[in-house]
């Protein structure tokens, strides 16, 4: 195993924090945040040091009905505009493309007309090439990519690293490391880190990682690809996200030592909005049905479905899982 | 660091698995658990595998009064012998003793006459030869012991490897790893995980590890302590303990690859008895306010009244706990 890169005193500084609360806390909403949330959330990720807040997808309107989702479902470049202005800040604004979801040729214009600086293109292992042409594109345009390998827990070796070679030859400024079933331990991130750092160095990119809480592991194995060398972090306001949700972001500005980081303004934030967001019925964040499908390494949408029903029979849903 | 014991695929036979849940877990309803909840932990444990089941302190009743706790503060070896019978199973009875609070020459006797197999030795690093004369004199009586040094996140490293070095040459069994905080992230523990090992290899007594829960990483300390040689893992049913609680047993026993582990049974439990106690309004788990003094390395208790005063005011605790 390659040494550790940093330490816990100092800091690094290519370490980059990505705030993802619209993109993936989106998922437990259909998008529908307020104005207000969201314009608290940018003043917020600003003063707490964030990198890159991440808007939500640029999904098609012609897949997706606009009448189910709330705008950040689509991102249009006025809404972002509404929120952010010229965004004269050090903070980069991000969006997420699906491979398939997003029509890119018409959706995606030149970044100088776009207040959005990263496309992060997400794409699951058998859809490379089309991420690619989708990064080339986007590079073309003049935004940074990353491109977001999902559901790698399922992935075969031999196929990753061919993906990763595919990656490293093309436009993107870094490839993401995403644990989307929450089924990583610790000791697998540390290897599959190295494994994308090893390649990703070859040609000079970042490394990222996405965690998922299914197995209370998200802030863990967060911190532990930092160790290998990982340097785009995400993470969530209280870990809203999917199912388990992500890494929360008042976990990893706190074990940030960097003095650009600030935690303080995201506690004013959870305690404005995101115990409204609960009270109000909006669910995320771990339990022991997400535990077992994490465990089981499958999709976490029985579990959500579970908790969605207020089920507590975790031993026959447990034998139903290991059964499919 | 020392190469990693085990891997993902295979398991070790050192492994020793102990619920803590009536013990830790008691401090958060005064250890007031029906005799019900008691004998289907027992039942549940057996079937599940669990080597080693905590029943509680034996706290001297001198210094509290039994009137204010159940009777699990007290491990009255009647008490025990009333669930167990003659426990005439594989899986071994623990208490443990805190060093000032247990007369032990009055209330621990002979292992013959007594349904518990291990004393647990809790102390602080001040308080290690106090802690060895209850551990000679548990091993004079029979039994197998343990020394837990808790709070080991403010301990001096010298004071530590002196510590360490007077348990190797006492009657003890085992060492315990205790962050008790819940402050330690997972570099930390694989770095002091190493120092106990290296230190308590020399002596062939084993380690241990306790967790908690306060910055969400009782369970990834635990796994990264085991991958380490450490074998004694502490977990509690969904995780109950103090403040931000434990290491749940539903995620060790899912993580480990020993045959002889049963997640369902433990699930069932869940089912029956955990969900009810929170119901009933008994606290314990992770939230905002653990993540602070985890962060700050201070004791949960200015946490666990921020929790029970159904506080939201985070940034404003956090200042406070600073300037503390």
Redesign the interface.
Known sequence: MAP?KGN?MTFRKDIKVVDATIRDGGLCNNFYFTDEFIRDLYQTNLEAGVDYMEFGYKASKDLFDPAEFGKWKFCHDEDIYDIVGENDTDMKIAVMADVGRTNYKRDIVERSNSPIDLVRVATYINTIPSAIEMIEHCAKMGYETTCNIMAISKARKEDLLEALEMIGQSSANAVYLVDSYGSL????IRVLSEMYMEKMDKYGKQVGIHAHNN???A???T??AC?MGVSMLDATM?GMGRGAGNC?L??LL??LKNPNYH??PV??F??KHM?KLREEGVQWGYN?AY??TG?LNMHPRSAISFTKGKR????RF??DLDQE
């Open positions: 550790q816990l331990y610790p000791e697998e197995q209370m592991l802030f863990a194995n911190i532990e160790a209280n929360m008042e976990q706190g074990f935690m303080t506690l004013r959870l305690e115990d022991s535990l077992l465990r507590h029979d975790y031993a447990y034998l």
